[in-house]
Structures are given as C-alpha cells and as structure tokens.
C-alpha cells in the first residue's frame, strides 16, 4: 500500500501497521529534489505491485524533529524502520541503492513472520496482538518527545536569561541606590547652608562671601545634575534587556575627574582630619572611558577609603602611566586593609567581610566598579598598603593619539 500524504502524528492513530515493512520517504522543498523524489516514488510503485509495504512520506519543513530523530544530514532519504534493525539509505543514488537492498528487506520482512508466526502460538488469548514495537507511531512519538524536550530547554534557557536579567537589575538598584546619597548629602549642605544664611529681609546671603555663595550654588546644581543622570540609569537598567552596563567612551582626565570628586567629598574627610596625599604626574595621558561610570569607581573608592580611613589617617590617590596602552591609578587608605583570603571575593554582589556586616561600605559598589573597569577592558584589584591599610588599583585605556 503506498501513501502518498505527508506524514501527520496523531494520539488518534493506531499504534499498529498494516504491513510488515515499514518506509519512510523524507523530502524537501527543493525543486532537484522534488523530481528526485519523483523518481523514488514511482519506483516504490513498481515495486508495490509485487510486495505490500507502507511508505509514509515526510516533509522535512514540516516534521524537523522526524529529521533530527533519524539524525540525517541529506535529503531525499528513505528509511526502513521496520522490521528493525532500522536503515538509512541517502543521496542522489536511492534507486540503485534500493534495487540493491530491496531483496534483503524482503528476505527480513518474511523471518520477521516466520518469528511472529511462531511466537503467536505461545501467546494466550490477552497477550495476542501484541505488536512490534519499532511502528510509525512509535517513531513519531520519539520524535515529539525529542520536540518537547527542545522546548522544554529553550524554556529553561529562557528562564535563566530572565533570572540573570532580574538579578543584574537588582544589584545595579541597589547599587545606584547606595550611590545616590553622595549626591544628595552634597547637594543638601550645598542648599541648607544657602538657607540658613539667606536674609529674606536684604535678599541677600548672611557671613556669605559672594564668591561663597556663587560656589554652593554651582555645587548644588552639579549635584543634582549627578542625581538626574543615576536616575536616568535607574530607568535604563529597568527596561533594558542587556546584562552589562552601557559604556560611552570619550577622551577623559582622569587626574582632573579625581580632583573634582575630592573637592565634593572634601568635608567628609576634613571632618575626619584626614590627610590626602595625591601623586598625579601632570603628563599622566589621557583615557578613553565613560566619564560617569568612571565616576562611580572613583566615588565608591574614595567613599570606602573616607569611611575606613580613622580620624588623622591617611588617604593616598596616584596615577602611573603603566605601558603605552594603559594608564595606572590607585586609591589607598591607612584603615585596616583586606585580608588576604579576601581578595578575591570582595568584588562578589553583597559579599561582606564579617568585621564590616555593621557599616556600609566595601560590597556594595566594587562589584559595580569592576563590572565597569571590565567594561572599560580594564582590570581592578587590591592589595596592602605600606600603612597597613589597602590599595585599590585599576587600569584603563590609554586615549589613542
């Protein structure tokens, strides 16, 4: 019997042939192999004439998961599923290859009965109609479960890409979030200051000097605009899709970049009595980063040195042009340093060294600044510090010439 419809699985079908030898013809779109398989089919005719086969014809376009069950790599191709052992014959010579094996099968189809004859005798009344198990439907049902278990790890794959997504968002929140309060903390002594000294009476500033005043304000204005751009990377970070931070390179001072930070942190320290010692070489090359981002590192960095730095310790910022394509910079604080089984880990999300789990500080934000030097392709590490405290490098690109 040759069936001439393309293949469709069904829960519907029974899970039995009608003939002992079981084909199936896999085809393609393809004009060359329209006609080939054509040819293979009116072949199969001829030879129905003399032999009772089923023949299911599959196109591949429509049944991939049939195609990737059998693992074949060409078509036209024909495949005797039954009796097993299963067989594969490809390529633009099936004709020959069938004239050649078609006695074989026949040879195997009629042991296949001879067997099943015999064994039918040793079978009771519930057990008969067993029936082989290497059917169409058989074979079909491999290749939808082959198809369920595709979807179910796309599914899987997808879920991941979601769980990193929300994840990435959340520590990026909470990032920016802790990083907000520089800002704000600058700005609001920038403005109460302003207040406190404003004489609504004169519409003039108390113990103000003008240039005092201009000064808070300019501080208060930077300030905010620094607050309106995280907030920017708040939304960014929640619609965006992407895993890494967005970088927009330009050529960039990073001596100078450094020199405003610790005029906007200057009370925090002062209040301390801490002492900065900076060592920037005055022909230390420019570097190609993202200005903002940059930012963040050096903000966080001296945040923590501020923060663990003592009353009348010592804070230390250097730059070193390394080689031709790197420049160096280091932040250093007199605190009490990092152990070194810690090293590594301190630029983990959330990691927190035990003695710290009541203050803020180191964890929150490394994790961002190497997520940026990385970005930059950079690298950041920390090691002792002479003072006994730690020494926080990072390197940047050196802005092309």
């Not at 393609?28 to 329209?34: A, F, K, Y």
């Not at 990435?168 to 920038?190: E, M, W, Y």
């Not at 960014?236 to 390179?249: A, Y």
Request: net charge negative.
């Amino acid at each position: 019997m040759l069936k001439q419809d393309v293949m469709q699985v069904s829960q519907d079908q029974p899970i039995y042939a009608e003939a002992p030898l079981q084909l199936l013809l896999f085809v393609d779109g393809r004009t060359q192999s329209r006609q080939q398989v054509q040819r293979i089919r009116a072949y199969l005719k001829e030879l129905e004439d003399g032999y009772s086969f089923e023949l299911q014809i599959i196109d591949v376009g429509e049944q991939p998961y049939l195609a990737e069950h059998f693992k074949l790599v060409a078509t036209p191709a024909l495949v005797k599923i039954h009796p097993e052992p299963q067989q594969t014959i490809a390529g633009t010579n099936i004709i020959p290859q069938l004239k050649t094996w078609w006695p074989r099968w026949q040879t195997a189809v009629d042991t296949f009965l001879k067997l099943e004859e015999d064994s039918q005798e040793c079978l009771d009344e519930k057990s008969q109609g067993i029936l082989p198990k290497s059917t169409i439907h058989s074979v079909a049902t491999s290749a939808e479960t082959i198809q369920l278990s595709d979807e179910i790890f796309r599914l899987k794959q997808e879920k991941e890409k979601l769980q990193e997504q929300l994840q990435f968002k959340d520590r990026v929140i909470g990032i920016l979030a802790h990083d907000l309060r520089n800002p704000l903390t600058a700005a609001s002594i920038a403005i109460e200051t302003l207040q406190s000294n404003y004489n609504p009476d004169t519409g003039g500033f108390q113990r103000l000097k003008p240039g005092l005043a201009i000064h808070l304000l300019k501080q208060a204005r930077k300030q905010t605009k620094i607050i309106d751009r995280m907030i920017a990377d708040l939304l960014q970070v929640g619609r965006s899709e992407d895993t890494e931070l967005p970088i927009i390179p330009q050529k960039l001072q990073l001596g100078e970049l450094c020199f405003q930070i610790l005029e906007e942190l200057s009370d925090r320290y002062i209040a301390k009595s801490q002492t900065v010692e900076i060592d920037i070489p005055q022909d230390l090359p420019c570097v190609y980063a993202d200005p903002e981002r940059i930012r963040q590192v050096l903000v966080n960095l001296l945040d923590n040195a501020i923060k663990y730095t003592p009353a009348g310790g010592i804070i230390t910022v250097g730059g070193l042009h390394r080689t031709t394509q790197k420049v160096e910079f280091t932040v250093g604080d007199t605190g009490l340093g990092i152990p070194e089984e810690n090293r590594d880990h301190i630029f983990e999300n959330l990691f927190r060294l035990q003695r710290d789990q009541g203050t803020d500080g180191y964890g929150i934000g490394l994790c961002l600044c190497q997520r940026i030097i990385r970005a930059h392709y950079g690298q950041i590490w920390v090691d002792s510090s002479p003072q006994g405290g730690a020494l926080f490098h990072f390197t940047m690109p050196v802005y092309p010439s």
